[in-house]
């Protein structure tokens, strides 16, 4: 069972383009999860989110972020007009319903240049 | 507001000896209580879940309790090694919102040998 994967590792953009992120949860996990640790900060919760459903986006920043998990294919984590404070690595987690372990992804650095 | 502290910020230990990983917690409405490792540079490895109505889980030589009254969980690695070094994170999942999880800073362990 190949656990959660994360593409890209490591993106490169300049300020105002965007970031794409894409997360695949693990086989039958059926809730995704996005988090962002700022350099020399701890992790922070984003957005929380079910098949076509956005469960709780609590984290997520108003403006310029979004979240979506469609019913077929990965997770996406959209960062429009990137600016420098942006950089950060981002990391998925997928979990089983009702059970609720967290388990993560190796996660994507992005650099704003 | 929950509010997550791990103590101490730093640790560094001969090979052989036992670590000891506190993590304290301000709000005791608690889902669960999870243990992460995060070695440079890379993703999140779970550890142990605690389930708010478990004492304690054991894994290997990884064991941890939780005392959620007094808003307390600790990680005891028994006969560490050098492949221990790295950084451990606790992280809280509140009731009100189970599928955010709350992290504290972790504690970056060095394990000599």
């Known amino acids: 069972n190949a656990g959660v994967m994360q593409n890209p590792r490591h993106l490169v953009r300049r300020r105002g383009q965007e970031a794409r992120l894409r997360c695949s949860p693990m086989k039958g996990h059926s809730h995704v999860y996005w988090y962002r640790q700022l350099p020399e900060e701890g992790l922070k919760f984003m957005v929380y989110l079910q098949k076509e459903n956005i469960i709780d986006e609590s984290g997520m920043p108003k403006e310029r972020f979004s979240a979506e998990f469609p019913k077929e294919g990965p997770s996406i984590l959209r960062i429009q007009q990137v600016v420098r404070g942006d950089s950060a690595a981002y990391f998925c987690?997928?979990?089983?319903?009702?059970?609720?372990?967290?388990?993560f992804g190796p996660g994507t650095r992005l650099t704003v240049l | 507001k929950q509010e997550v502290t791990q103590i101490p910020a730093a640790l560094s230990v001969p090979e052989g000896e036992n670590l000891v990983l506190n993590c304290s917690f301000t709000d005791s409405a608690i889902y669960n209580l999870q243990w992460f490792r995060q070695d440079p540079g890379k993703g999140l490895t779970s550890l142990l879940l605690?389930?708010?109505?478990?004492r304690e889980q054991t894994s290997g030589r990884l064991n941890a309790s939780l005392d959620k009254s007094s808003g307390r969980s600790t990680l005891y690695i028994a006969a560490s090694q050098p492949g221990d070094s790295a950084t451990y994170l606790c992280?809280?999942?509140?009731?009100?919102?189970?599928?955010?999880?709350?992290f504290g800073a972790g504690t970056q362990v060095v394990v000599t040998p």
């Open positions: 992280a809280v999942s509140p009731t009100d919102s189970w599928g955010k999880l709350q």
């Open positions: 605690i389930q708010s109505s478990q």
């Open positions: 987690a997928s979990s089983p319903p009702l059970i609720g372990e967290q388990f």
